[in-house]
C-alpha cells in the first residue's frame, strides 16, 4: 500500500480519491475550496491538507485532477505548489486534461528537481470515476510508470503507457477529435429521422445493432432525441479540450476540418445558454 495525496477533489478527483482509499491506501487530500476536502474527509477517513505543498510532502506518489493548463501550474509550480513539497524518487501524476505542452514541462521540471512526472488525463466521465472504470492514457518513462500503474488500477479499468512525456495528453486529444465529429453526425441523424416523421427511438434501436453503433448512440441517443441534457459533460470542458486539440494541430499540421467545425458548433451551444449541458447537445441548434 502506498502513501499517496489527491489534489482537487471536483466532480472526478473526489470519487477517484475514495477509490485510492477504498484499496487501502494512506489518502491525504487538498482542495482549493477547503469545504471539499472536509467533507471528503469526514466521509472516508484519511488526512486534510492546507496547501498542495503541505499534501505532497512525505507522499510516494501525488495525483492530481484540476481544471486546466493554469490550474495545473498553480497547484504544482505555485507559491504553495505540490512541486515545492516532493521528495526525492517520488511521482506526481496529473490526471487534468491539459496540453502536452504543459505535461513537458512539468516532466523537465520535476526531473530537474529530483522526482519524476506522469501526465494520465482520464476517459468514462463521472460514471467511470464514480464506479472506479475509468480508462487513463499515459505519457512519462516505463520504469517510472510500472511503479504507478498498480495505484492507478485503484479507480480505473485500464491504463496504458502511450510514449514519452506528453503523450497521455496527445492520446486524449485524439479520444476527443474521435467524439465531436461522430456526436454532430448522431445529432444530423436524429435531426433528419424527426424532420422525416419516423419513431426515432426505434430507429436508433435497430441502427444500434448495425455498422452506425457507437457509445455515444447507445448512451445519449434517447436523451438526445428527448432534448435533455443537464448532466454528463459539459459543453465548456469540451470547448476546453477542443482548444488544446487545434491548438496541438497548429504545431504539428494535421488538418482537422470537422473539429474545427463542429467547436463552433459547440460555441453556438454556449450562446444559446448551454454552457454546462452536455456534449449531446450538439442537436440542439440543429432543432432550435
Ligand atoms: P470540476 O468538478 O470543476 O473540479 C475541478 C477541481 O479542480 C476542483 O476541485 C477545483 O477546486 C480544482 N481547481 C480548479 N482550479 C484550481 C486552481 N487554480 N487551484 C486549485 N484547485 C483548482 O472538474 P472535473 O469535472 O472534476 O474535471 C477535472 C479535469 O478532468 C478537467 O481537466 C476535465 O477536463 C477532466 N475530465 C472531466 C471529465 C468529466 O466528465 N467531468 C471527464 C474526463 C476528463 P474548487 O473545488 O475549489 O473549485
Redesign the pocket.
Given at each position: 500500500m502506498a502513501k499517496v495525496a489527491f489534489?482537487?477533489?471536483?466532480?472526478?478527483?473526489y470519487p477517484m480519491a475514495r477509490h485510492l482509499k477504498a484499496k487501502g491506501h494512506e489518502v491525504t487530500v487538498y482542495?482549493?475550496?477547503a469545504a471539499?476536502a472536509e467533507q471528503w474527509v469526514a466521509e472516508n477517513g484519511g488526512r486534510a491538507a492546507k496547501t498542495p505543498r503541505e499534501a505532497a510532502e512525505g507522499q510516494e506518489i501525488v495525483f492530481a485532477?484540476?481544471?486546466?493548463d493554469?490550474?495545473l501550474r498553480?497547484?504544482t509550480l505555485g507559491p504553495d505548489g505540490a512541486f515545492h513539497g516532493m521528495g526525492k524518487g517520488t511521482i506526481f501524476v496529473d490526471?487534468?486534461?491539459?496540453s502536452a505542452e504543459v505535461a513537458r514541462e512539468l516532466y523537465a521540471a520535476a526531473n530537474d528537481t529530483g522526482f519524476s512526472f506522469i501526465d494520465a488525463?482520464?476517459?468514462?466521465?463521472?460514471a467511470g470515476a464514480e464506479n472506479g472504470v475509468l480508462t487513463v492514457m499515459c505519457g512519462g518513462d516505463e520504469e517510472v510508470y510500472a511503479k504507478a500503474e498498480p495505484v492507478i488500477m485503484s479507480f480505473a479499468r485500464a491504463s496504458r503507457l502511450l510514449g514519452p512525456a506528453g503523450s497521455g495528453q496527445l492520446t486524449k486529444m485524439i479520444n476527443q477529435i474521435c467524439i465531436a465529429g461522430l456526436v454532430q453526425g448522431l445529432a444530423e441523424g436524429i435531426h433528419f429521422g424527426k424532420k422525416a416523421g419516423l419513431d426515432v427511438e426505434a430507429v436508433l434501436e435497430v441502427i444500434s445493432k448495425g455498422a452506425a453503433g457507437s457509445w455515444q448512440m447507445e448512451n445519449r441517443g434517447k436523451t438526445m432525441n428527448q432534448g435533455k441534457f443537464d448532466f454528463?459533460?459539459?459543453v465548456d470542458?469540451m470547448r476546453?479540450?477542443l482548444s488544446i486539440v487545434l491548438g496541438e494541430a497548429r504545431k504539428n499540421g494535421a488538418s482537422l476540418p470537422v473539429t474545427a467545425l463542429v467547436d463552433q458548433f459547440y460555441a453556438d451551444v454556449q450562446k444559446m445558454g448551454g454552457k454546462r449541458w452536455d456534449t449531446s447537445s450538439l442537436i440542439a441548434r440543429l432543432d432550435k
Open positions: 489534489l482537487g477533489l471536483g466532480v472526478m478527483g482542495n482549493r475550496t471539499k485532477c484540476v481544471g486546466n493554469d490550474d498553480q497547484v490526471h487534468t486534461t491539459a488525463p482520464v476517459s468514462g466521465g463521472q454528463g459533460f459539459a470542458w476546453k479540450d
